[in-house]
């Protein structure tokens, strides 16, 4: 059982940035597809950007590419979305998830574990 802690959520003014951390524990970390999803107000959960295993094959999600940029450490059981450039529509409960497939998935089902999320609010 993994538990994943997300934290570095707040409110921010378009165009600044925000840096989200997410812990994990109670399983090998290194193990798992480290992800982020977030979720707007009435609307589904949507992919932001995935990291494989070992940190070398990465995805983004069209809207926050070149934008956001997804790491991981994995002696640290940790991993991080870098987000700059911020825009109002980035506004969201930010998730961090893990999935034990070994694939670097977009879709929100393919994970396994996920943390409690963490608000982010970008201001116009």
């Known amino acids: 059982q993994v538990q994943l802690v997300e934290s570095g959520g707040g409110l921010v003014q378009a165009g600044g940035s925000l840096t989200l951390s997410c812990a994990a524990s109670g399983g090998t970390f290194g193990d798992y597809v480290m992800g982020w999803f977030r979720q707007a107000p009435g609307k589904e959960r949507e992919f932001v950007a995935a990291v494989g295993v070992y940190g070398i094959t990465k995805n983004y999600e069209d809207s926050v590419k070149g934008r956001f940029t997804i790491s991981r450490d994995n002696a640290k059981s940790t991993v991080w979305l870098q987000m700059n450039s911020l825009k109002p529509e980035d506004t969201a409960v930010y998730y961090c998830?893990?999935?034990?497939?070994?694939?670097?998935?977009?879709?929100?089902?393919?994970?396994?574990?996920w943390g409690q999320g963490t608000q982010v609010t970008v201001a116009s």
């Open positions: 998830a893990a999935d034990y497939t070994g694939v670097v998935y977009t879709t929100p089902s393919a994970y396994d574990y």
